[in-house]
């Protein structure tokens, strides 16, 4: 048993909520954090940016409840903010709050992100500087086919058309010689699992599709052509991480006169719903052993197994 079990042994256990975009994970942790004396964590990769608040669906503070919340809009637009950036940024803070007696909730719908805690983060290499700018050179469809053919396990495990993933497997057999899956076999979890409790909100899908089409509506309500339009007077370089957020970049097409409005929106939210059909099929397969939350009687189940 290592230093740091010896020291979760005698703290509250991380709770960590998973789910698709738009199913209630938000709301949920707020309330569970009133019962359990709790601070909530950002586990979602939008949600960290600091540009991005309406589009992000980045809590306001009329939605915390009096809830701590931590890693919510701290990084620039322009930064290309990794797992492994929001791992370092993530323990310290969880650490802090168990050692002063509250109870950790991990929020977002980032499967690596909950991965990374809870299984381990490879200790991969630097990626030097030519073999990035390398890989950043090849369109989507060489990265596809070159990832697949080097780490067809890491490939296979990606969500959908993903270029900076997918470049991340590339990068990493270009600068070692080894697939990206053989140095995640040999991680550790930085949160043991029994020091934590996981659960996934899975909503029936046509419940969740309708609430993924009045969100967006609502985001365009409170202002989300502004917020995408202060974003495009920044002028950040378009390969940026951020630009790609669905919502974003769609309203940002429709502001570079490529889309009516009416089809920006549109894609919006297909793309959205075509996301958390995706997020879902991930956390089924990546996830097991998680608690399924489907309705809010298992979700007050789960709260009350706390008390």
């Known amino acids: ?61 009329s939605d915390m409840g009096g809830v701590p919340h931590h890693l919510f809009g701290h990084v620039p637009a322009d930064t290309a903010y990794s797992t492994g950036e929001w791992l370092r940024d993530a323990v310290p803070v969880i650490l802090d709050i168990m050692g002063r007696n509250r109870t950790p909730i ?44 080097v780490d067809p396990l890491a490939t296979a495990r990606i969500l959908g058309e993903d270029p900076q993933r997918l470049g991340r497997i590339v990068e990493v057999f270009r600068e070692t010689g080894r697939p990206l899956s053989s140095w995640r076999a040999q991680t550790r979890p930085v949160i043991p699992s029994r020091h934590a409790s996981p659960a996934i909100i899975l909503p029936d899908r046509e419940t969740l599709y309708d609430r993924i089409n009045a969100r967006f509506d609502a985001m365009l309500s409170s202002g989300a052509l502004d917020e995408a339009t202060s974003v495009q007077a920044k002028q950040i370089d378009r390969s940026a991480p951020m630009l790609k957020a669905i919502g974003l970049s769609h309203l940002l097409r429709y502001l570079d006169g490529e889309l009516s409005l009416e089809e920006a929106i549109a894609l919006a939210k297909r793309d959205s719903r075509r996301l958390a059909k995706r997020q879902m099929t991930w956390f089924r397969n990546q996830t097991p052993d998680w608690t399924v939350l489907r309705t809010e009687q298992d979700q007050a189940r789960f709260s009350d197994s706390f008390a």
Do not use: H, W
């Open 106 to 149: 991990l929020v977002g719908g980032t499967g690596l992100y909950f991965k990374a805690l809870l299984q381990g983060l490879a200790d991969v290499p630097a990626i030097s500087d030519p073999v990035r700018q390398a890989v950043r050179s090849l369109n989507l469809e060489a990265v596809q086919m070159e990832a697949t053919a």
């Open 1 to 61: 048993m290592s230093v740091l079990d010896n020291v979760l042994d005698e703290m509250r256990p991380v709770i960590c909520i998973a789910g698709p975009t738009a199913s209630g994970k938000s709301r949920f942790s707020v309330d569970l954090a009133q019962r359990v004396d709790g601070e909530i964590v950002n586990a979602d990769a939008l949600q960290v940016y600091a540009d991005l608040q309406i589009l992000s669906a980045r809590p306001l503070l």
